[in-house]
């Protein structure tokens, strides 16, 4: 599975659109995109996932680049339960078995 | 609809001793797999279960073993603890949509395990 970069922290102002990006240049024509993040002393929850195209959930935001080589995720209208430390994981054939973690994005929203 | 849980929530064990911990996927997943996540990191893939057979492993030794029963729920199995194996075990259950291809993965909230 390809690697990928995400910066290791991030604030946010309560009520701002939070935007967090991940660098995953190697990624191959077969693989996905997905974030998942875990508050503090929880299990990694899912967020969203795609292929090329932008998605769309009750959560989150997800923008892919032509290229596929960069993503963001957007959450839209932060909260103060939005803080946590969130993973952009890249996973094979529509799926992901195994998911790879690497260190994530410490978001805090701040009040 | 319950989701994914775990047992116990916290354990402490002694060095080269043996644990065993507890899952129960959520209602309709059929795949277990199984994350250590030591203080500070990312959770790191053991291994996952489907079908009752181990179907992929990560690079973690022996000493780490598991199983799944019929009803899917899943035990992971820890011999000669070591004090690095002190770590949040998390447990993700998922559903098998075609062979090989799995959705989004749940996770319970986790065993906390300390080894002394």
């Known amino acids: 599975d390809a690697k990928t970069t995400q910066p290791p922290s991030m604030d946010c102002a309560e009520g701002r659109a939070a935007n967090l990006p991940c660098n995953h240049s190697?990624?191959?024509?077969?693989?996905?995109v997905y974030w998942y993040r875990q508050i503090h002393s929880q299990g990694p929850q899912y967020i969203i996932h795609g292929l090329k195209n932008n998605e769309t959930n009750e959560m989150a935001s997800l923008i892919i680049t032509e290229d596929r080589k960069s993503s963001t995720l957007i959450l839209p209208h932060a909260t103060l339960r939005d803080t946590a430390v969130y993973y952009c994981?890249?996973?094979?054939?529509?799926?992901?078995?195994?998911?790879?973690f690497g260190s994530g994005t410490q978001l805090t929203v701040l009040p | 609809d319950a989701g994914v849980t775990q047992s116990p929530t916290h354990l402490i064990k002694t060095r080269g001793q043996q644990v065993t911990l507890r899952c129960s996927p959520k209602?309709?997943?059929?795949?277990v797999s199984w994350y250590q996540q030591a203080l500070g990191q990312g959770p790191q893939f053991i291994f996952q279960y489907y079908e009752e057979e181990e179907r992929q492993r990560g690079n973690f030794p022996d000493r780490f073993s598991g199983h799944q029963f019929p009803n899917y729920s899943s035990e992971l199995n820890v011999n000669a603890l070591l004090l690095g194996d002190s770590a949040l075990y998390l447990c993700?259950?998922?559903?098998?949509?075609?062979?090989?291809?799995?959705?989004?993965?749940?996770f319970g909230p986790g065993t906390r395990l300390t080894v002394l």
């Open positions: 209602s309709g997943h059929d795949t």
């Open positions: 993700a259950s998922s559903l098998v949509l075609v062979f090989g291809s799995t959705n989004e993965q749940f």
């Open positions: 994981i890249v996973g094979s054939s529509g799926s992901a078995r195994q998911l790879t």
């Open positions: 190697t990624i191959s024509g077969n693989e996905y």
